[in-house]
């Protein structure tokens, strides 16, 4: 028995549903080119049951095995999209709080400095009460 990644086991549905979908539409495109299983495995470099396993969207199968599906059909170039730092929004909203949060520091520092200053400056004798 293979021992299964902790990765694995706690993939998200979300995520599961995703590969699951993947593989599916990956079957779709082999079988509208009139492709056996045997022919595409042959070309991709695997086996058949790792096909299988790839177009009913195990994810154990490897990453390169369905980089090498999407390749023969033209798409493995979206790939490069997926992670691309200017579609995290997770990031830029991240980004974003720690800015407004760094703003507000600053403006709360100005503020003090203000009113310190002012202070300082009440507190010190004035040159017309001398004379």
Do not use: C, F
Not at 5 to 26: M, N, V
Not at 56 to 79: F, H
Not at 120 to 130: I, N, Q, T, V
């Amino acid at each position: 028995m293979t021992k299964t990644s902790k990765a694995i086991d706690q993939l998200p549905p979300s995520a599961t549903a995703a590969l699951e979908k993947l593989g599916a539409d990956l079957a779709v495109a082999r079988l509208r080119r009139h492709e056996s299983l045997r022919s595409w495995a042959g070309r991709m470099g695997v086996s058949v049951p790792t096909l299988a396993r790839m177009e009913s969207g195990d994810p154990a199968t490897s990453m390169g095995v369905y980089l090498s599906a999407l390749w023969l059909v033209g798409l493995d170039g979206s790939l490069a999209e997926l992670a691309k730092p200017d579609a995290d929004m997770s990031a830029h909203n991240r980004d974003v709080r720690k800015a407004v949060e760094l703003g507000r520091k600053r403006a709360q520092s100005s503020r003090n400095a203000r009113l310190a200053k002012l202070e300082k400056a009440e507190a010190r004798p004035h040159d017309d009460a001398k004379g």
